[in-house]
């Protein structure tokens, strides 16, 4: 691990710079927006116009990096970025706010697939996990900081639209004058998305909800918090809780998804979260147990996230894993687009208020536990499985790529003839390429078996 961080410091520090400006302008938005008097949906459109940024940053800046290069987006999308955020306090309107935070977030997508190309090109096969470990977990205390710098500010002044502003231009120092050679980038192979559904129906119900889920933890934890009455200090504690739970709770996760079917592991985490949320939206809690809940939620989210890129993965081979990465990630943020919008409508005055956010998470747990559990009834489990992988929502494309790129190649277990016959036909990407016939693809084992017996018995042959 020291290695990994000797040789790719600069590019950590300046993704901790990144996420701590990331997170300072996404919770005070939320708070400076209620002080202006914009609705909670007003605000909602807000919030969710970051996730279609992002989106339509992951769709087009893998071109531009194509054309003109690292460097040069690297530079142009950080200055942009810069610009924006101090942009916010001179221009009270939330649909001018809106449009920003679509700029924002086209602009951290790239900026975020620049540095996860840069990461993933300078490690190696034995270092590439631990690197990609290091590098969330950094995306974490980014994020965990921010929380802390927005308790002892003035939401109302200037000073803590500056900062994200400062701290983004900061963060491009040490990546501009790394000694990285700027690595190549490609795109890979398409999936469609209905080839992708074939191959996991429950990757891309599961990823769509958790979208959803994650949109509005990330987007709507200061409304929510704001028009609960709370104060700056309690918001940022409770915004803290979310990515302390998932920081702490990940690890153990993944580890026992290695041991069980993940699906169960899914169904588990799933209720759960629908009775704690549940809980939250029909009894009035302390400060204190809202902690609680908000740790256990972001605890269960950033787990589930990965356990579905994990389970996709095990019907995948690999060279349609970062297709499949692609389609997966793009769909999730489709998922959240809409998590804000329909949040900001339940927390209306008129609708739930308050209460709507735990509902709304409710509903998508609910919805994903009932799904796993009925696609446990129609897929047995894979006998061989792929590796768990540490993977943030707001990773890009790249970044969950190198997660996956190192799993071993998953071969349907011929103990579930059902399962291997319909994962060995999702296995083919190609229209033109035929899936082979069972008794074709049995044959080199039955030859192996019959030369094998051939040996032990050499007499029975000649008989």
Partial sequence: ????????????????????????QGSLLGIRGTMEAF?????????????????????????????????????????????????????????????????????FAGVYITAESWLNDTATNETRGQALSAYMI?????????????????????DLFLIPSVLVSLAFLPLLLATYP?????????????????????????????????????GMAAVWGSVSLLSVG???????????????????????????????????????????MAVATI??????????????LGGITYPIYGLIIAYTNDYLSKEQMAAASAGLLFIN????????????????????GPRGFFFFVGVLYAALAGYAAWRMTKRATPVVTGAYANIAPMASAVASVAAVENAIEINPSPENPEAAAEAAQALVIQRDQPVPPASEESAPQQQGDQAAEDRENPGQRDA
């Fill in 333 to 352: 943020g489709v998922g959240s687009i809409f998590g804000p919008l329909i949040v900001g409508w339940l927390m209306g005055p008129d609708v739930m």
């Fill in 39 to 107: 609705t909670t949906f007003q605000l909602s459109f807000v919030m969710s116009a970051y996730f279609l940024g992002f989106l339509l940053g992951s769709r087009y800046v893998p071109g531009m990096l194509q054309h003109v290069g690292h460097i040069r987006v690297f530079a142009a999308l950080g200055s942009l970025i810069s610009a924006v955020l101090v942009l916010y306090p001179m221009v009270i309107h939330w649909q001018a706010w809106a449009l920003m935070r679509v700029i924002i977030g086209f602009g």
């Fill in 1 to 24: 691990m020291l290695r990994v961080l000797y040789t790719t410091w600069p590019l950590l520090l300046g993704v901790l710079l990144l996420m701590v400006g990331n997170g300072v």
């Fill in 182 to 218: 700027s690595p190549s980038f490609e795109t890979g192979q398409r999936l469609g998305f209905r080839e992708l559904y074939r191959i996991s129906p429950l990757g891309c119900v599961g990823i769509f909800l958790i979208g959803g889920v994650f949109s509005a933890m990330f």
């Fill in 234 to 276: 309690q918001i940022a504690l409770f915004t803290s809780a979310l990515y302390i739970g998932g920081l702490i709770l990940q690890y153990p996760i993944g580890r026992l998804s290695d041991r069980i079917d993940r699906r169960k592991i899914i169904v588990w985490l799933s209720v759960v979260a629908t009775v704690v």
């Fill in 283 to 296: 009894f009035p809690l302390p400060f204190p147990v809202y902690l609680v809940v908000a740790a256990l």
């Fill in 138 to 158: 950094v995306q974490m205390a980014g994020i965990i900081s921010a929380q802390g710098l927005l308790a002892f500010g003035d939401p109302f002044g200037y």
